[in-house]
C-alpha cells in the first residue's frame, strides 16, 4: 500500500469544515509559531468538533495518545479510541501513516493537509476524504498535540469497508 494521503495546498482544499479550523488556528497562533492549547475550544467550532481528534504527542519514544474523538471520527472509526495509545488499537501501514503525519505535522510550520483513500483493515474503495492536521504546543515553541480533522460529511459509512475491529463486550 502507498502512503495514505496526497498533500494538498491550501488553495486546493474544498472542504469548509478544514477551511474553519485552518482559519481558527492561525487566529489563535497570534503571533506565536503554535497556538497554545489554553487558546484552543473546539466548542468555538460546532461544525468541526464531530470531525475532530485531539493527539497527545510524547517522546523519546514517539508515541501518540488519543485525548479526544469527535462523535462522527467515533462513528466512521467504529469505536471511540480516547484515552489510548494508538499503538495499542492501531497496526500495520495504517498505524505507520499516522506516526509520519504527526511527525510531519510536528516538524512543519503550517498545517498539514491532504486527501487520503478510506482504507479499511482488510481493503480499500475508492472513496477520498480531505484531512488537516494542526500541530499546538504547550509553550507556544514544541508541538506537544496534533488537532486531527477529518471531513467525510460527503461519506456513507456503510459503503466502506471496516476500519477497526469492533470491541466485544462481555458481561
Not at 502507498?2 to 478544514?18: K, P, V
Not at 478510506?118 to 494542526?134: A, D, I, P, Q, V
Not at 498535540?145 to 477529518?150: D, F, G, P, S, Y
Amino acid at each position: 500500500m502507498d502512503l495514505l494521503r496526497h498533500e494538498l495546498t491550501f488553495e486546493e482544499i474544498t472542504s469548509g469544515i478544514i477551511k474553519e479550523m485552518r482559519h481558527y488556528w492561525f487566529e489563535k497562533r497570534g503571533g506565536h509559531l503554535y497556538p497554545t492549547m489554553r487558546d484552543i475550544n473546539l466548542d468555538d467550532l460546532p461544525h468541526v468538533k464531530p470531525y475532530a481528534s485531539i493527539v497527545a504527542l510524547h517522546h523519546p519514544p514517539f508515541r501518540m495518545f488519543m485525548r479526544f474523538m469527535g462523535a462522527q471520527i467515533i462513528y466512521f472509526y467504529g469505536r471511540d479510541l480516547s484515552d489510548h495509545w494508538l499503538d495499542d488499537v492501531l497496526t500495520g501501514e495504517i498505524l505507520e501513516d499516522y506516526e509520519i503525519s504527526h511527525r510531519m505535522a510536528a516538524t512543519g510550520e503550517e498545517p498539514l493537509l491532504a486527501r487520503s483513500k478510506w482504507y479499511g483493515l482488510h481493503e480499500s474503495c475508492n472513496k477520498t476524504y480531505e484531512w488537516g492536521m494542526f500541530p499546538i504546543s504547550e509553550n507556544g515553541v514544541m508541538v506537544t498535540h496534533n488537532i486531527l480533522v477529518e471531513d467525510y460529511t460527503h461519506l456513507n459509512k456503510d459503503e466502506l469497508p471496516v476500519f477497526l475491529e469492533p470491541v466485544h463486550q462481555t458481561s
